[in-house]
């Protein structure tokens, strides 16, 4: 009776005896849900795999690619001790010395302008390579020259490899970086210049004890090291995918995302976007007279990536770095030596600061570390004239200058260093971006080559403490210039940013701007 008495619930499995468990039975549902949750967890550890397996490989990209601009780093940080034991070994003048310092960032600017179509034709891959072999031999005859012009000529040769890698790099790994982490990633080439200014520091204080017919050899030479990575570096990182649009593959460039992305979903939308930016119409203008001859959307583009790239060198960044033991010494500071470890601080310190500026970038956005930036470098260089005016040739004097020294390079690194490059890696449309960038670098280089080209003569003729009030003053202009003409692209797609410049009614500063910014956020 007990047998007969029970029923079946509908589902069709038999349970114990082999009589029938339906699907409302609770045994099962908690088996089953039991199930699926096992189902579920694996499947969230899938993807959690999958994420760190992704943003692992784009950390290595973004590394590898970053690595030309260790020399440009080690080359500025080297020469600031070098020039003290070439003008002694070659026997040159003053002047002859901010040529022989300030002609590569001029030089530069012709593999910056070169690079932009190199990176069009050749990949933003190979591009790179063939930076670091043009530096490569420059760095070579620089270590073996007899004579200042065959120097020059070794400097030169640098100067366009250079240019060629500091433009290409963050353009490259923007353009492989995810949203979420762009800014972080497109920041690391001012890191990497940043660790190749300290190494060159660290050089000239390790090498200074050599005869001087010698040190600066070796100094010179210990830059080529770098070029061995970057070898190494090329068989590893993939091609653009952007660039592989333009040019058509598209498997290929579906192939490269969907090592850089975590979602398929996600590689298609990004696909997509793409495409759809790299379409040219027929009657479209060419790259550079698109340039010359800008769209509204495009010329805001122009000032807010040129303008931040000039700001950043006419500062007097460069003045600081590559003539740093000048100006230690015009604050009484005596002693090879002790100028060489003193600017081992100012090395150490502008390192530093970059990784503050790395976990922030996608954090606090890049318009508030601007901020911050311009205004306290503002401050610093103002505390540095007032040093070198007031407190010269006493050991406040010194302790003052290499503290506000310090501190403008601090700031520096925090906002304006690294977010010029990532700006203009990033505002710009993908057509135009390799040759806007380029363009972008040449102002940057050519500010650079006329500071450390004149910073001697212009320190002899109104003082060195005079001479930083003027980067003070340009500083303050920095400030408002950020304030009126950059825009805040935290959070955005490279072709929503672009999108921000189209309404020509909407300035980078304004409200609807901050609004609009906002809005992506919650959605």
């Given at each position: 009776m007990g047998m007969a008495g029970i029923q079946e619930n509908g589902g069709g499995e038999m349970g114990l005896g082999g009589l029938p468990l339906g699907a409302k039975n609770k045994y099962r549902r908690m088996d089953s849900e039991l199930t699926d949750y096992d189902g579920d967890s694996e499947q969230q550890h899938q993807l959690e795999n999958k994420r760190s397996s992704t943003r692992k490989y784009v950390f290595a990209c973004a590394v590898f690619a970053s690595l030309n601009n260790v020399l440009l780093g080690y080359d500025v940080g080297v020469m600031s001790g070098a020039i003290i034991f070439i003008k002694e070994d070659l026997n040159i003048s003053e002047v002859q010395q901010e040529v022989l310092v300030g002609i590569l960032s001029v030089i530069s600017l012709l593999g910056s302008l070169g690079g932009g179509r190199a990176s069009d034709v050749l990949g933003r891959k190979w591009t790179m390579g063939l930076a670091a072999v043009v530096f490569q031999a420059g760095a070579a005859v620089m270590t073996l020259a007899p004579t200042f012009r065959l120097l020059m000529i070794g400097r030169i040769l640098a100067?366009?490899?250079?240019?060629?890698?500091?433009?290409?790099?963050?353009?490259?790994?923007?353009?492989?970086?995810?949203?979420?982490?762009?800014?972080?990633?497109t920041s690391f080439p001012e890191i990497f210049i940043n660790a190749g200014i300290l190494l060159g520091y660290v050089s000239n204080y390790a090498f200074s004890g050599l005869p001087a017919h010698v040190n600066w050899r070796i100094m010179l030479a210990v830059g080529i090291l770098p070029s061995v990575f970057i070898a190494f570096a090329l068989c590893i990182i993939p091609e653009s995918p952007r660039w592989l649009v333009m040019k058509n593959r598209i498997d290929e460039a579906r192939s490269v995302l969907l090592k850089t992305n975590d979602e398929e979903s996600e590689v298609e939308e990004r696909l997509a976007e793409i495409q759809l930016a790299a379409v040219v119409s027929p009657g479209e203008k060419a790259v550079w007279r698109e340039l010359?001859?800008?769209?509204?959307?495009?010329?805001?583009?122009?000032?807010?990536?040129?303008?931040?790239?000039?700001?950043?060198?006419?500062?007097?960044?460069?003045?600081?770095?590559?003539?740093?033991?000048?100006?230690?010494?015009?604050?009484?500071?005596?002693?090879?030596?002790?100028?060489?470890?003193?600017?081992?601080?100012?090395?150490?310190t502008k390192t530093v600061f970059i990784l503050v500026a790395i976990i922030l970038i996608d954090k606090a956005g890049r318009k508030p570390l601007l901020y911050v930036s311009t205004i306290g470098m503002t401050i610093c260089l103002f505390g540095v004239g007032i040093s070198l005016s007031l407190f010269s040739e006493g050991s406040l004097g010194i302790a003052l200058t290499i503290l506000f020294v310090c501190g403008n390079v601090a700031f520096f690194s925090v906002g304006v260093g690294p977010i010029c490059w990532v700006l203009t890696s990033e505002i710009f449309p993908l057509k135009v971006r390799a040759q806007a960038s380029a363009l972008g670098a040449v102002g940057n280089r050519v500010c650079s080559g006329v500071i450390a080209m004149s910073f001697l003569s212009v320190s002899q003729a109104i003082t060195t403490g005079g001479t930083f009030f003027i980067f003070s003053a340009i500083s303050v202009l920095a400030v408002i210039f950020v304030y009126i003409c950059v825009p805040e692209t935290k959070g955005k797609s490279l072709e929503q940013i672009e999108s921000l410049f189209q309404n020509e009614y909407e300035t980078p500063g304004s409200e609807l701007q901050l609004g609009d910014v906002e809005h992506l956020v919650e959605k």
């Open positions: 100067g366009v490899g250079i240019g060629l890698g500091v433009m290409i790099a963050p353009v490259y790994i923007a353009e492989i970086s995810p949203t979420v982490s762009r800014g972080t990633l010359m001859c800008p769209s509204p959307a495009l010329g805001r583009m122009l000032i807010a990536g040129f303008g931040i790239q000039c700001f950043q060198q006419i500062t007097g960044i460069d003045a600081t770095v590559y003539y740093s033991p000048e100006i230690f010494r015009a604050a009484g500071l005596d002693g090879n030596s002790k100028l060489l470890a003193a600017t081992v601080s100012v090395g150490i």
